[in-house]
């Protein structure tokens, strides 16, 4: 696959405040990319950028290797999605699709045809004539959705389309999106605070954090492999505690708690020998039992434990360094005071650089 969009040393500033700073992004054609961090990241803004809503301060927008920093919205070929849909309330949801095309100078016939396709391809052909306001907020998403498709861009920005939608409706509007991504080989760029969206939909993540991108990389490899701190806690739960480095070990490094003891920790990284680093353990990683068996096992006691309907969520004491364990619900319920082994591979316990 060709590299489709590039960021070179993009950076906004508002005033003095560095909004954007220095970004380096490529993009690949047919991929879907979303920009997951914090509310005040900076990701809306590099799709205003992207987009030609907004003008970067320095640095470069290359599409399809040309740079487009001077060349208007309306011609840069590219679908816009928004949370609150931005529909027209005065005109039917079949004029708010044809508008783009309108705008493009696009003749009475096509667009009658096109507006017809844009609006099968989200289901909503009955719907052409009636107004946004007698739409639900999942249908409205999807004539949003429909009018950005309907010019046929080569880009589509999402910037949290689904933000507004209950979790039903949102978690089917994410597989709709999907499957319109794969049948259409569109490129995306979707914006989303939430973790568990950016992991579902992306080929790639992309985690932004005070205006830079701290990782980027598939959804296993942020949540598996993350980079730094900022990524293993914002990308789902997770255990960190601090250590020493004592040694490598091929692949893997042995770890000095604070408590004394060691633990082997996986690492793509050499460490030196002295490095202070954290190590990330997921909660679902763990397993309680009464042996001790894998790489690594603390003994310890449930300090708490809460039922949580499709998982048993369990807080171990200090010796286990008050690591939370996310277990099937069918284990056995431990209860506060039992006393456990808690264990877990060296694979499932992750170094990252302090
Ligand atoms: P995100 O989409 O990740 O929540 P934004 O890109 O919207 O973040 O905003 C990044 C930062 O830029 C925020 O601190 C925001 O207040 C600031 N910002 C955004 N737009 C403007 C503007 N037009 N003028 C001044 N500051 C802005
Ligand atoms: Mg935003």
Redesign the pocket.
Known sequence: MAEFIRFDQLT?F??S?G??EQLDLGIEKGEFVS?L????????????MLAGF?QPTSGKILVDGKAINAVPTHKRGIGVVFQNYALFPHMSVGENIAFPLQMRGVGKVEISERVAKALDMVQLSAMRDRKPSQLSGGQQQRVALARALVFEPGVVLM??PLGALDKQLREQMQLDIRALHKRLGLTIVF?T?DQSEALTMSDRIAV?NK?RIEQIGTPRAIYDEPQTRFVAEFIGETNLIEGIVERMEGRNALVRLHDGQLVTAASTAQFNTGKKVFLSVRPERIELGTETTGDNHFKTSVLDSVYQGDHLRVQLDERAHNFVARLDRKAQEWQAGTNVSACFSAADCWTIAA
């Open positions: 906004k508002y005033g405040v909004v954007v920009l961090g914090p509310s005040g990241s900076g990701k809306t803004t590099l799709l205003m907004t910037d949290e914006v605070h932004f205006g």
